[in-house]
């Protein structure tokens, strides 16, 4: 640079030392933005790392399955407790089956049986285990699962003694009709041999009187329909010959069928004295578990009943004579009285044998419940195995 440069830019010593302090503040302020940049930076970063690990701790949390209520009601041979307070049964082996292959982990809570569906239907617990029967008044409120035991109603009678059953049997109405439909039928048999042979065959009508003759004739009918069809060639004219063939289809029939029905009427005889089918409850004092299907079953048909708490207590008010009849759930009274009677009770008492109002037994589950699929599909795969027959075998010798 030439000397007149220098001299239109005269610099003192101390306008150097001013430039020199003003060029390394710039120098620290330019460093100090940098490094304020870089860290936003890698805040900016962080954050947005940081997502995975908040997914990654909702799939953990998710991962640890909430402990189920299993609100039960004791329900022998389907939800029972032994002197430990484990529980056992058939739902319950169905539920431990269900739980076990689903991992889900529960505890059992027992109810009284209203008490259970109601704290079902308002979310109390998670599922309802007994024995449950699916009805349309209780899926208002809860949900069911698939059925996984079919069974009906049943009325249970003590028997009757010998002179009750005696009486029972000369007074019955089917019995007496049956018998007046047998003597109709042998007076008509034998009162059409007696206008066909009796003025020709000497050897079925031996007597001389007209009475006698008609006498014979129905003796004739009696023992045609008694023991039925006599040879043909024992009558003398053509017609009774073939009517005597007619005759021999109807009565071998007719003969089967009256057995048939005496039999019944003589079996259901020694059972009770005038209880042979729902219709025969509006006339008897009957007894029923509280909150019930077969409760519910008499009250629609106008049937008065006594309800009581348990089913030991209305087949003990059987068994003493107090009602003359319960109904219940086939499955659950034939297990109560096949247990008393292998330790000396209910020695009297009998299931008759009708079958009524079918229904079937499910897993109680809350509306919407998100475990219904899931526990259906294993319900339904539990039932086709040889460790549910076998259950089934256990409890009720049935397959």
Excluded at 68 to 84: A, H, K
Aim: a neutral charge; glycine letters at 6%; hydrophobic letters at 40%.
């Amino acid at each position: 640079m030439s000397n007149k440069t220098l001299m239109l830019f005269p610099l003192s010593t101390h306008s150097i030392s001013r430039l020199l302090k003003l060029f390394l503040a710039l120098t620290c302020l330019c460093y100090g933005i940098s490094s304020s940049l870089a860290a936003q930076q890698e805040i900016t970063e962080q954050t947005t790392a940081s997502p995975p690990q908040t997914m990654q701790s909702t799939v953990t949390n998710e991962g640890n399955k909430k402990e189920l209520i299993i609100g039960t009601y004791l329900c022998p041979p389907f939800v029972m407790q032994d002197q430990f307070g484990e529980y056992t049964g058939l739902s319950v082996l169905l539920w431990q089956q269900i739980a076990e292959k689903l991992q889900l982990p529960y505890r059992f809570q027992n109810y009284p049986l209203k008490e259970l569906l109601q704290a079902v239907a308002n979310k109390e617990v998670d599922i309802g285990l007994s024995c449950l029967s699916i009805t349309p008044e209780r899926e208002e409120i809860i949900d069911f699962s698939h059925s996984f035991y079919e069974t009906h109603l049943a009325i249970v009678v003590k028997s009757a003694g010998y002179f009750d059953t005696f009486k029972s049997i000369i007074t019955n109405r089917h019995l007496l009709t049956i018998i007046g439909i047998f003597f109709t039928a042998a007076a008509l048999v034998g009162g059409l041999y007696y206008l066909l042979e009796h003025r020709v065959n000497d050897k079925l009508y031996s007597m001389r009187s007209r009475p006698a003759q008609l006498i014979e004739g129905f003796i004739l009918g009696l023992l045609f329909i008694t023991k039925g069809p006599f040879n043909y060639y024992e009558f003398k004219t053509l017609t009774g010959r073939v009517l005597t063939v007619c005759l021999a289809v109807f009565t071998t029939l007719f003969i089967a069928s009256i057995t048939a029905v005496l039999a019944s009427t003589f079996t259901v005889g020694l059972i009770s004295n005038d209880i042979k089918s729902p219709h025969d409850l509006v006339n008897v004092s009957t007894g029923a578990k509280t909150a019930s299907t077969s409760s519910q079953f008499l009250t629609r048909h106008s049937i008065v009943h006594r309800q009581y708490d348990t089913v030991p207590d209305m087949l003990d008010a059987l068994d003493r004579g107090e009602i003359d009849a319960v109904v219940g759930d086939d499955a659950i009274v034939k297990y109560r009285i096949k247990m008393a009677k292998e330790k000396g009770k209910y020695e009297k008492l009998n299931v008759l044998p009708y079958q009524f109002e079918k229904q079937n037994y499910g897993i109680a589950l809350t509306e919407k419940s998100p475990y219904e699929e899931s526990i259906n599909r294993e319900l339904l795969q539990f039932r086709q195995s040889n460790e549910w027959r076998n259950s089934l075998l256990e409890y009720f010798k049935i397959k």
